[in-house]
């Protein structure tokens, strides 16, 4: 059992909270048994080291069994060093430590996808990880993080998206340019979220939402440039019907996301 917070290998593991840490490796840092039995379930080839308390093991059995299916061997750790490994507070008794897997953009395109969610300049990695969960959760066919979003293997991205990085591809590092380029070529409409856009009920009821659709979604504090604004699509807006002065980013993303699904499978 692993009983030295201090230890060089579980400094190692809890550097990977730092993104220099996780380009140099290539690795990422998982926590919480949701993340963890999400990627045993469904990417195990990607898990290198799993960490846990014998508390925690006895307590998710699943996690316990399916490390065991996979060949993978659960180490045993104390909760202080757990502590120390996590980027979390309380990691709830799971550390694991995985592969990271980029996806090119080509290959997403390739795939002839009918919904899709671009990030642009998306900065909080809260917002990220949630969109991510929200587009899997509405069977978007994939996500693309722009070079000027957060790191999609930033831990608190990770977390929020609650396991669904393992479901769903996530591309990273393109530029919009490119990105718009692709969305065009493969005969998807691109609508933008914007707040000073067409009414998102409008959009609905003309039938617009039911085409094949890549949504971009800018920066939680600017929004998107007039710049990117004139090469869309059409521009749509999620009205605001009680008192609030705005909507979350993630929030607007998720409506918008869904609306599509709704459309596309009616």
């Not at 990607?46 to 299916?69: K, N, S, W």
Request: hydrophobic residues 50%; glycine residues 6%.
């Amino acid at each position: 059992m692993l009983d030295n917070p201090r230890s060089p290998r579980v400094r190692a593991v809890a550097k990977l909270a730092k993104r220099a840490a996780r380009d140099e490796t290539g690795v990422f840092l998982l926590e919480g048994p949701q993340a963890v039995a999400e990627a045993l379930t469904f990417r195990p080839d990607l898990v290198v080291e799993l960490f846990a308390t014998p508390t925690a093991l006895d307590r998710y059995t699943d996690i316990a069994g399916a490390a065991a299916a996979a060949g993978i061997e659960v180490e045993f750790v104390t909760e202080a060093v757990l502590e120390s490994m996590a980027d979390t507070v309380t990691p709830q008794g799971f550390v694991a430590v995985c592969h990271q897997f980029p996806i090119s953009v080509k290959d997403i395109f390739a795939k002839k996808p009918r919904l899709i969610a671009i990030l642009e300049e998306v900065r909080d990695p809260g917002n990220a990880g949630t969109i991510i969960r929200a587009a899997d959760a509405a069977g978007a066919d994939a996500v693309i993080l722009t070079g000027r979003s957060v790191d999609l293997y930033n831990p608190k991205v990770v977390r929020a998206s609650t396991g669904s990085i393992f479901h769903l591809p996530v591309a990273v590092g393109a530029t919009l340019e490119d990105v718009r380029g692709r969305v065009q070529a493969a005969g998807l409409q691109l609508l933008a979220a914007d707040v000073k856009g067409d009414d998102l009920l409008a959009a609905r009821n003309s039938g617009l939402l039911a085409a094949p659709t890549a949504w971009l979604f800018g920066n939680e504090a600017r929004g998107l440039t007039d710049e990117d604004l004139a090469k869309v699509d059409r521009s749509i807006s999620v009205p605001l019907y009680g008192h609030a002065e705005s909507m979350n980013l993630a929030t607007a993303a998720s409506v918008c996301l869904y609306e599509s699904a709704f459309a596309q499978r009616s």
